[in-house]
């Protein structure tokens, strides 16, 4: 029985998009919307979501899951150890683009899946703030 739910979870947790997804969507069209320009599909370091080439500014928008959003204070560390491994390299691995992406000259901007979901609004604003 413990094997057909692993099997199952590791087939719902791979088909979980990794680029594009709703959120990310949502951001896009409301900083389009505001008349800000920017590029997608590029290839800095930790690929961010948007980029403003002129202005040297990357954009991630990081989901609360697999980024470890607050993970250890609201308990939700996964009992599997894969997943655990996971997480924690997903977060050493942004600490480390973003001390890449700062030496190379970028403001990097991290914005969390809850906070857009909250606030969209909010959140561009955030960003068009670093545009001005």
């Known amino acids: 029985m413990g094997a057909i739910l692993e099997k199952n979870r590791s087939k719902v947790m791979s088909s979980i998009k990794s ?11 409301l900083v389009w919307d505001k008349g800000f320009r920017f590029k997608v599909n590029n ?21 609360d899951f ?4 607050n993970w250890k204070v609201r308990k939700i560390i996964p009992k599997n150890h894969f997943w ?23 403001k990097v901007i991290r914005i969390w899946e ?13 960003i068009i703030r670093f545009l001005k």
């Open 84 to 106: 655990k491994n996971k997480i924690n390299v997903n977060m050493q691995r942004d600490s480390k683009v973003n001390f890449i992406l700062k030496k190379l000259g970028w």
């Open 19 to 29: 680029q594009n997804t709703k959120i990310e969507l949502i951001v896009r069209k």
């Open 114 to 126: 809850h906070e857009i979901i909250k606030n969209p609004n909010k959140c561009t604003n955030k």
């Open 66 to 69: 697999w980024h470890g959003y």
């Open 43 to 63: 290839s800095l370091p930790g690929r961010p979501d948007i980029i403003f080439p002129k202005k040297h500014i990357a954009v991630f928008i990081d989901g």
